[in-house]
């Protein structure tokens, strides 16, 4: 196994993101590589909502670990959890989540600069996530590599965050990021070449885009596992990543249960029960109440993307 290095631990520190070559193994690649083909074949609800209409090709999915084994497998057992536990500096490690970003050949849709941490239902000074960013293709910023501004984790605020190609979950009580071309001149930014296996370790509130996949003849596949320590904060706040499965948190609650399971430093068969016994199903009733009654302007946000029934 691949262990982070004591510079490349101080990196993550300083600058918020790493890449690391050969992160995982061929025999994961294919395996990703497989599950991402069906998750493109068989989209969630949620998948079907941010891949959206008429967005070049673009594709994702979230949570893809509740209804495939191969996802549940891999965060389980190949090497992420281990880098994890090395970033968050923690013995106990939970997974928060997965995801997909697809975006093929001549894809037009970018990535809007933003940082994550105004995505997620978690307390917005009480946590401790990173994200694993797995290329299975090889990418350069031409062809949609992710590219971030060194050292801004540590920028003071909160910000807007936008996803590719819509807008549903911006809340507008966030600032808006500061013109980040000007800042090219006075900042570092990163957007190293990468090789399929390559990942990108990074800060959930580092200022991060990419651009539109201006190949012609190479897809960019990318899967993400992201992780939490056990400190990390529940709250349920507006302009959120809906949870469409039962989970029984109350706000000011530590992430935790089957649908934030513990990994490192050993599984709990309590938390791990509910997927041992098949698919986590996603409720659509759970998706709908929440967009109705936590955020009725989201609801319909995203509702514009595609047909509920």
Not at 112 to 129: A, E, G, M
Not at 155 to 166: D, L, Q, T, V
Not at 221 to 237: I, L, N, P
Request: charged residues 25%; aromatic residues 12%; positive net charge.
């Amino acid at each position: 196994m691949n262990y982070l290095s004591e510079n490349q631990l101080n990196c993550y520190k300083k600058d918020g993101v790493i890449c690391v070559r050969n992160a995982i193994s061929d025999v994961w690649l294919d395996k990703l590589a497989s599950g991402i083909e069906e998750s493109l074949r068989n989209k969630s609800l949620t998948g079907k909502i941010i891949s959206g209409k008429n967005n070049g090709g673009f594709s994702g999915d979230i949570d893809l670990w509740y209804r495939q084994d191969i996802f549940y497998d891999f965060f389980l057992n190949s090497p992420c959890s281990k880098y994890a536990e090395q970033t968050l500096s923690s013995k106990v490690v939970r997974h928060f989540y997965d995801q997909t970003f697809i975006k093929p050949a001549g894809c037009h849709l970018s990535t809007p600069w933003h940082h994550d941490i105004t995505f997620w239902p978690v307390d917005l000074k009480k946590n401790n996530i990173c994200s694993i960013w797995i290329t299975l293709d090889a990418v350069s910023k031409e062809t949609s590599g992710l590219e971030f501004i060194k050292g801004s984790h540590l920028w003071e605020g909160y910000w807007k965050s936008y996803g590719p190609g819509n807008d549903a979950l911006v809340n507008k009580d966030h600032k808006d990021l500061p013109d980040i071309d000007s800042l090219r001149s006075t900042h570092e930014f990163f957007c190293p070449e990468m090789n399929p296996g390559d990942a990108l370790i990074f800060n959930a509130h580092i200022v991060h885009g990419s651009s539109s996949n201006l190949s012609l003849d190479k897809p960019r596949r990318a899967f993400t596992s992201r992780w939490c320590d056990d400190k990390t904060v529940f709250e349920d706040r507006a302009k959120t990543k809906p949870i469409t499965a039962n989970h029984n948190l109350k706000n000011g609650d530590f992430l935790s249960g089957p649908l934030f399971p513990q990994v490192r430093p050993s599984t709990l068969a309590s938390e791990l029960s509910l997927r041992d016994k098949g698919p986590i199903k996603l409720s659509k009733s759970k998706f709908i109440k929440d967009r109705v009654f936590k955020d009725l302007a989201g609801f319909f946000s995203f509702k514009n993307l595609i047909n509920l029934k």
